[in-house]
């Protein structure tokens, strides 16, 4: 009966450290801050002129700059914080423009939510210009 239970136990442990490997795994992008800025085919700034509302998140118009990429695009940092309007008050959060590498012209945003980078939204349609 005993090596029932650690062979049970063998396997859940097993099962556990595949499970959570896989799923890091997947889910990194390989995010990073470069210090040398963005990438030679990259703009500086995204410039969005009017600001934006996705559901209860307000994006400020303005200059984003770059503040990260990764695999699949790139990170502007917004001006000044994203405001989400709740019932009778209101929460920040930092946030921005992520814009895709496959398609330059999809744009959507992104907040840190509960410690997590969390995309939101399109912004596609938002006026906005690139700038170097």
Known sequence: MATEKKKALRFSTF?????????CSCANHHFRVPA?????????????????????LHFPAGLYSFYAVDDTGI???????????????????????????????????YIYYAGALTHVGDLSRTPHQFRD
């Open 75 to 109: 990170y502007y940092q917004s001006p000044r914080p994203i405001v989400q309007r709740t019932a009778g008050s209101s929460v920040t959060h930092k946030g921005g423009i992520f814009v895709s590498s496959r398609h330059r012209g999809k744009l959507r945003g």
């Open 15 to 23: 099962y556990f450290l595949i499970s959570t490997f896989l799923l």
């Open 36 to 56: 040398e800025g963005p990438p030679a085919n990259a703009p500086r700034y995204v410039e969005l002129l009017h600001e934006k509302q996705i559901a209860t």
